[in-house]
């Protein structure tokens, strides 16, 4: 998107041609505005073919953006951009030109508002799509100190990305993008902003996880208040902090990680909230699979969340339920009964693979409950006494928790007999002092920023209002504090 080299070539073509050129005068290098030729020319200068007033308009847009620019006023420019989204949607076809009149780094904000308004405008059929090389050079050079200014609209462009992508089933390409946009807009490594959720998106469709989970391994201490121009002050759309929690918990999942998974569900399904949306319903959904995996038992929802949501929650996942009661009475007939009358609800939620590892889970679980009872069993006994179909199906479950160190046992392939051993380990190894140690650095951290937290809020504004009884009750507030 050069302007200077560029802009140049196209004024020497257009005059070499004998065309009547425009020259705006300005510190910058001249630029053609528009062509004046005669009746039936087909000549490619700045903005032919358009009325007058539509090319008055784009000039008008592009100098404006060049002088707040120049001046370093981009708070007035950012108030002029969202007043001229209507000016480059009447003029899509010729903002491939005002992007060759605007530098990337100059003019951030001017080539973000145009960016914009291109994903907005439908694609002639005719016309070459090249939204993504245009989006592509732009996220990897632009000012963030400029974008920093219009952090919603920088956003936008992202999600517009993103769905772009998913419709041309091409995540991959846009992952080193989103990692790139992510680190121009937040202030901090433990910030969360809204390109978070399409970044995991697109990171769960290309089965890419790396990326991801270099993101959803920091825990967030802070969200980007991108909204800016709400009347109520800036705020940050609850709908992406959801889809972050959703998609950064079947991030985990897929990498066997539940106890994180397990948490990124609970944080979505505790999120502040006057109604149940679509997707702290599949949070939840996925919130008792995970919690009958991990502790065989549904994991009590915590008080802290909000009323509606235990209230109307439940009657809206009652198969979840249905499988949860079937596998705590540790009765495989009967969870295989739920299994069947509910695969077609699980099917359509996306959740029959994690369905069918509970089933298995539970065959282990009652096996863990034969370790307690006897010392030495037969394979065919202990397939009788779980469900399973044959010693052999035994002996491949059985294999498979003593490798994950589930149960300890020995098998005699002779005489087909199972022998139960209690845990060898007595905690004193190495590896267990040094987990340890992990384990309490991470809670002395973790001490620091709840106090550094408890600070900030003790001298937020809207919380001393609240607190010394100075809030106006018919006008309750909202905290600008990020978590």
Known sequence: ?????????????????????????????????????????????????????????????????????????????????????????????HLDNVLETLDTQQHSLGILAVLCAKFSAPVSSNSQDNRFSQTQDFILGCNGEQIRFAPDTFAELCHSLTSYLVEQRQPLKGIVLLQKAISKLRLYD????????????????????????????????????????????????????????????????????????????????????????HIMLESYKKYILVSLLLHGKIQAVPKYASQVVTRFIKPLSQPYHDLANAFVSNNTAELNTVLNKHSEAFTRDHNLGLVKQVSSVLYKKNIQRLTKT?????????????????????????????????????????????????????YSGPEVLKGLEEQLTLCMELDKQILAMDEEIQVNPQYVKKSTGLQDEEQPSKSTYAM
């Open 1 to 93: 998107m050069g302007l200077n080299r560029r802009g140049a070539e196209q004024l020497k073509k257009h005059t070499d041609q004998g065309q009547m050129t425009r020259v705006y005068k300005s510190p910058w290098d001249e630029v053609p505005l528009r062509g004046a030729g005669t009746s039936g020319s087909k000549g490619s200068n700045f903005f032919s073919k358009s009325p007058d007033e539509m090319a008055s308009a784009l000039e008008q847009f592009v100098n404006t953006v060049r002088t707040l620019s120049s001046h370093g006023n981009f708070r007035e420019l950012c108030e002029y951009l969202n007043k001229s989204s209507e000016i480059l949607l009447k003029n899509t076809q």
């Open 190 to 277: 433990s910030q969360l902003t809204s390109i978070h959720s399409d970044l995991c998106q697109l990171c769960l469709l290309a089965k890419c996880f790396k990326p991801a989970l270099e993101i959803i391994d920091i825990d967030i201490t802070g969200v980007c208040q991108e909204i800016s121009h709400n009347p109520n002050g800036p705020h940050f759309d609850a709908k992406y902090f959801l889809l972050y929690y959703y998609y950064g918990g079947m991030i985990y999942l897929a990498v066997h990680n539940l106890d994180r998974a397990l948490y990124f569900f609970e944080v979505a399904i505790t999120t502040p909230s006057h109604a149940v949306s």
């Open 374 to 426: 006897f010392l030495t069993l037969s394979l065919s006994d202990v397939a009788s006494r779980v469900g399973l179909s044959s010693p052999a199906e035994a002996e491949r479950h059985i294999l498979h928790m003593i490798e994950n160190k589930q149960i300890f046992a020995t098998i005699n392939q002779k005489d087909g007999m199972v022998v139960f051993r209690d845990e060898p380990d007595k």
